[in-house]
């Protein structure tokens, strides 16, 4: 029940920065998991950074210390904010958030489009 869309990918040097976005229309009720993943060609799906309704971070170990996700409740949106960047962190990078509770079971588990995200070598 709610949409995610990304935005901010693209084409960039190695060492260089870029900020994703997603912005979350529709409504997020906790508890929840927000954050982003992503998955190059012939790759598993990983997990890349999210956070939790109690504002808890979690950070595969690649990027700790140089990407970071937030919340920017402003502008409704979660950002994953990417420094020095590696040609390996080429990939599709996906927004998703879970939500809510079905039992033992996340009622929602929402998914954006994808953006890609390319680090020349």
């Known amino acids: 029940q709610v949409q995610l869309v990304e935005s901010g990918g693209g084409l960039v040097q190695p060492g260089g920065s870029l900020r994703l976005s997603c912005a979350v229309s529709g409504t997020i009720f906790a508890p929840a998991v927000m954050g982003w993943y992503r998955q190059a060609p012939g790759k598993r799906r990983e997990l890349v950074a999210d956070r939790t309704s109690g504002g808890r971070t979690n950070y595969a170990d690649s990027v700790k210390g140089r990407f970071a996700v937030s919340l920017d409740s402003a502008k409704n949106t979660v950002d994953l904010n990417m420094n020095d960047l590696k040609p390996e962190d080429t990939a599709v990078y996906y927004c998703?958030?879970?939500?809510?509770?079905?039992?033992?079971?996340?009622?929602?588990?929402?998914w954006g489009q994808g953006t890609q995200v390319t680090v020349s070598s």
């Open positions: 998703n958030v879970k939500m809510g509770t079905f039992g033992s079971k996340w009622r929602y588990d929402e």
